[in-house]
């Protein structure tokens, strides 16, 4: 998956939690107290759970690209801190400044 793509669903994926997360406030808000959510929570929760998955399907092609790359740094960097639940932060810095092609091989200096 290219970076355009990574950086397109992991956007879409925080806009969706935003939609989402107004939609569950929303709905908290006006149910009564004693009451099951309401269909404006329901729909909410279902929203910020599709950028959830788009959020994870981004990271995964984050990681793949990186590995393909070979840019091994930005691959355990990646796989790091997204299972430590950093997710959002790395893909943050990833889709703003994550390597786009190989790494430029340099010819050894003579010995």
């Known amino acids: 998956m290219s970076k355009a793509t990574s950086r397109r669903l992991f956007l879409t994926a925080i806009l969706l939690w935003i939609v989402g997360g107004v939609l569950i406030y929303l709905g908290a808000n006006g149910t009564q107290s004693g009451a099951g959510p309401s269909t404006l929570t329901t ?31 930005w691959f355990l960097a990646l796989l790091v801190l997204g299972l430590l639940g950093l997710v959002v932060i790395v893909m943050l810095v990833y889709v703003l400044g994550g390597p786009d092609e190989r790494r430029v091989q340099r010819p050894m200096a003579p010995a």
């Open 43 to 73: 729909i909410g929760a279902v929203v910020a759970g599709i950028g959830g998955i788009l959020n994870l399907v981004a990271w995964i092609g984050a990681l793949i690209r990186t590995a393909v790359l070979g840019r091994w740094g």
